[in-house]
């Protein structure tokens, strides 16, 4: 069964910074997507990064940028320039998609604070 | 362009009570997703919808329901509710598996907060 972790449940990090949230999964499918969604206080989950297994090109949206290591299973995001307003929970999640199979599995989350 | 839609923000029930709860996807998207979150917990996959039809379920008991209407807005109805059921219950949609590009990537909706006493 495929499963998501993360295993840092709380991380800091000072305003200005680079931090790094890890994540890893577990499937024997070879094409998948993997996203990382924030979800401030507000509840709202919104969409951070998604990256296409198949794809060796690491994602990078403005500040954020994955480490996609489909051998190791790993796929950790790097928020660089920490601003008070991606304090959050930051939630992992796999995605595998063929046929009439879905599976959409989400990983505890990381809550991030932003020291000023 | 409208985002997605949950009502209500907020409930409270009691044990044994039936609730339901209703998603308005995003402009253009067919399939509608449900998840459950529990505090301090990564969502839980419930159910997804398409072509007015449960398509996926995940592990969750038949009380849990749902269903789609042909304007692609969905509801989940939750019945003989049990303390444990209390969560933000998210409502999540895409386009399609064979929609082509970005057919993978679910947008989520703000949830509706629901308590059981």
């Known amino acids: 069964a495929q499963t998501v972790t993360q295993s840092q449940p709380e991380m800091s990090v000072q305003e200005a910074e680079t931090v790094t949230l890890s994540c890893t999964y577990d499937t024997s499918e070879s094409d998948y997507y993997l996203f990382w969604y924030k979800q401030p206080p507000s509840r709202q989950m919104i969409l951070v990064i998604r990256?296409?297994?198949?794809?060796?090109q690491n994602a990078t949206e403005n500040r954020f940028s994955v480490n996609f290591q489909k051998a190791a299973k790993s796929f950790s995001l790097k928020i660089s320039d920490s601003q008070l307003g991606d304090a959050a929970m930051y939630f992992c999640?796999?995605?595998?998609?063929?046929?009439?199979?879905?599976?959409?599995?989400f990983g505890k989350g990381t809550r991030l604070h932003i020291l000023p | 362009d409208a985002g997605v839609t949950q009502s209500p923000t907020h409930l409270i029930k009691t044990r044994g009570q039936q609730v339901t709860l209703r998603c308005s996807p995003k402009s253009g998207h067919d399939t509608v997703s449900w998840y459950q979150q529990a505090l301090g917990q990564g969502p839980q996959f419930i159910f997804q919808?398409?072509?007015?039809?449960?398509?996926q379920r995940g592990n969750f008991p038949d009380r849990f329901s749902g269903h789609q209407f042909p304007n692609y807005s969905s509801e989940l109805n939750v019945n003989a509710l049990l303390l444990g059921d209390s969560a933000l219950y998210l409502c999540?949609?895409?386009?399609?598996?064979?929609?082509?590009?970005?057919?993978?990537?679910?947008?989520f909706g703000p949830g509706t907060r629901l308590t059981v006493l």
């Open positions: 919808y398409y072509e007015e039809e449960e398509r």
């Open positions: 999640a796999y995605r595998f998609l063929m046929n009439r199979d879905d599976k959409i599995i």
């Open positions: 990256q296409e297994a198949y794809k060796q």
């Open positions: 999540a949609s895409s386009l399609d598996r064979l929609a082509g590009v970005y057919a993978d990537t679910q947008y």
